[in-house]
């Protein structure tokens, strides 16, 4: 499916606010409500919009604390890291999780409580499995997070 400029603004809108009705993106865009449905029905069953979701607020939930976890492993086989994405996604705590390039294998983020909160969820992590090294990073502020992806949208 090839995204025209009227596709990438109804795109944009939706990931601001998902909560605009179809008569206010239509408004915005050019069209008329059914249209503008009808492209928004497409665009989701073409799989640009994934799932609506309500994002939550981590720090009036507990959850001031953010850490980058580099992960290392000595093991490389296909069927250990299938095993260890399994423990991983098994852990509420990680919110985000990579396989890298570079000298880490692994990047997780991981939101908790406190440093207590993080040292129990450390443990458990390398009980789980076999880790050549961990690195812990904790973030001391945030200073950008979105969750709105860069799209191309022509200024015409």
């Known amino acids: 499916?090839?995204?025209?400029?009227?596709?990438?603004?109804?795109?944009?809108?939706?990931q601001s606010d998902d909560s605009i009705s179809t008569e206010a993106m239509a408004d915005q865009v050019g069209l008329s409500k059914t249209p503008c449905w009808r492209r928004v029905q497409k665009l989701e069953k073409a799989g640009f919009i994934k799932r609506h979701v309500a994002l939550l607020d981590a720090d009036k939930l507990g959850l001031g604390v953010s850490v980058f976890v580099q992960v290392k492993t000595n093991q490389h086989d296909a069927n250990w890291a299938i095993e260890f994405a399994r423990i991983?996604?098994?852990?509420?705590?990680?919110?985000?999780?990579?396989?890298?390039?570079?000298?880490y294998d692994y990047l997780l983020r991981v939101?908790?409580?406190?440093?207590?909160?993080?040292?129990?969820?450390?443990?458990?992590?390398i009980s789980?499995?076999?880790?050549?090294?961990?690195?812990?990073n904790f973030a001391m502020e945030q200073i950008k997070w979105t969750t709105e992806l860069p799209l191309p949208i022509s200024k015409d």
Do not use: C, H, W
């Not at 995204?3 to 939706?14: C, F, T």
């Not at 908790?112 to 458990?124: A, G």
């Not at 789980?128 to 812990?136: E, G, Y």
């Open 1 to 14: 499916m090839n995204l025209d400029n009227v596709d990438l603004q109804l795109l944009a809108l939706i």
């Open 88 to 103: 991983v996604a098994e852990f509420p705590e990680v919110v985000e999780f990579y396989r890298m390039a570079g000298d």
């Open 111 to 125: 939101l908790v409580k406190d440093i207590p909160s993080y040292d129990k969820f450390y443990k458990r992590l």
């Open 128 to 136: 789980a499995t076999a880790l050549t090294d961990v690195t812990s």
